[in-house]
């Protein structure tokens, strides 16, 4: 009999995965020219307090921003430098931070990969976690939510499962891929310390079955190193990679409407996470640099790039050969959940995991029209919504009996959109919806 791969329950899509033009590039060190931009606001929560000001001179993983308040992380600087001006910045979720504008100049660090603690296993949960924070580490899977938050697990409650997302099931994004292919060692190790931390009775590391190499890659270190964790193959199906799916397509659990993941005993970490906790704890190095998959019709050469935080996107984009008369429009991030960007200088974040450069063939215009009842965002809603129904409340300014009606619940994945035959801006009323009701209290 057929081995059956585990899925999550309702909902969900299989759009084409554009993974293959970037899929077998190896990871580069990307260029940088002279300047960079470097927002406080690069996490979830409340951005950092900016500790420089104009005419400073700073060095590479200087901190630059302090964690204002206990959901928010520290921003280190990727170059050395001066710094020209600190100004507010329009981000690519459209909210504004202050941000380093540096002109490069001065010694950069050697880089290096040697070990500098070797004793990590001796140190306590509480030691492990006071250095995560202090490398100002956040969830690289596009949450950005800090991982020194994330991964802690509250008194009385029990991590049953540490759940390792591989999954990265977004269209045209490899940069987890390459981690796991590259890195190897490295991921096991920042499991190491995470299944340390939260004292996980299992861990499982959840890769989709699109990804055979990494996915046998994977259990063959775990096999040679004695570990005793499980790669679990997982059927393809978007969007498993959020943590809620990711969760009851591995364990089964759901988790329950506005609650968190340790609420039934999960921790969730993504794989490049994994990998910059072993840098913070073994390396003792921030987060100041992150892989970024530049993929797009209008690219020549997609590739898989390892690059400093604050590099402008056009430049990247440059790197790679693209074509800027053939861009219809640049996304940060997948297509699905990533934003289109207003000015090509916006600078990479620790949450860019893409940079795509689309045609007018790649995206999907149509007119839009009256909803045809067809039922289909029903059908494909993976938290059990009626996203029809949350966006004529939107529409009609009903944000309170939208929200009732589970608003807060809504993951903007963008099945719906991507399925409504009436091309109607599904998600983004449920931005704006969420918005204005958090406006109104």
């Known amino acids: 009999m057929k081995h059956r791969l585990k899925t999550f329950g309702r909902g969900g899509i299989h759009p084409d995965d554009k993974k293959a033009p970037a899929a077998d590039c190896p990871v580069r060190n990307s260029y940088f020219g002279q300047t960079a931009v470097i927002p406080m606001g690069q996490h979830l929560g409340a951005p950092a307090e900016c500790l420089v000001k104009p005419g400073d001179t700073v060095r590479e993983g200087e901190r630059i921003g302090e964690a204002a308040g206990p959901i928010s992380a520290h921003v280190h600087c990727p170059f050395p430098g001066v710094v020209e001006k600190v100004e507010p910045l329009i981000l690519p979720n459209g909210s504004s931070s202050r941000a380093v504008f540096l002109r490069i100049e001065g010694p950069f660090e050697p880089v290096s990969d040697r070990r500098v603690n070797d004793g990590w296993a001796r140190m306590s949960s509480e030691e492990l976690l006071a250095m995560i924070r202090e490398a100002g580490l956040v969830g690289l899977g596009g949450a950005t939510f800090p991982v020194h938050v994330k991964i802690a697990v509250p ?3 029990k991590a049953d499962f540490l759940i390792i997302n591989g ?6 994004l490899c940069a987890d891929y390459r981690v796991m292919l590259e890195y190897t060692e490295e991921v096991l190790e920042g499991i190491d310390i995470v299944a340390k931390i939260t004292d996980a009775a299992k861990v499982i590391i959840a890769v989709e079955n699109n990804k055979p190499k990494a996915i046998e890659k994977m259990k063959e270190a775990v096999a040679r190193s004695g570990r005793p964790y499980i790669v679990e193959s997982l059927k393809v199906r978007y969007p498993q990679g959020d943590e809620k799916q990711l969760i009851q397509a591995v364990t089964g659990a759901e988790v329950p409407s506005g609650a968190l993941p340790i609420e039934v ?8 996470t994994a990998k910059s906790v072993y840098d913070a704890v073994v390396l003792r190095r921030p987060l100041t640099e992150r892989i970024v998959t530049v993929s797009g019709g209008a690219v020549a050469h997609p590739a898989n790039l390892k690059t400093r935080i604050g590099v402008p996107v056009k430049d990247l984009l440059s790197e790679c050969g693209t074509d800027f008369s053939k861009v219809k429009k640049i996304v940060i991030g997948g297509p699905m959940m990533g934003f289109a960007l207003a000015d090509w200088n916006t600078p990479v974040t620790k949450g860019t995991g893409g940079i795509l450069a689309l045609t ?3 995206i999907r215009t149509k ?5 045809l009842h067809c039922g289909r965002c029903v059908r494909v809603c993976p938290m059990g919504l009626a996203p029809v129904t949350l966006y004529k409340l939107i529409q009609a300014g009903e944000y309170a009996k939208a929200a009732e009606a589970g608003l807060s619940d809504c993951k903007e994945c963008g099945c719906c959109s991507y399925t409504c035959p009436a091309g109607l801006y599904l998600v983004q009323a449920f931005k704006k919806g969420k918005i204005l009701r958090r406006k109104m209290g």
């Open 155 to 157: 008194k009385g409650k």
């Open 367 to 371: 007119a839009e029209t009256a909803c």
């Open 360 to 362: 007018a063939k790649e």
């Open 167 to 172: 999954v990265e099931c977004e269209p045209y």
């Open 265 to 272: 005993g999960c921790v969730v970490c993504n794989v490049g």
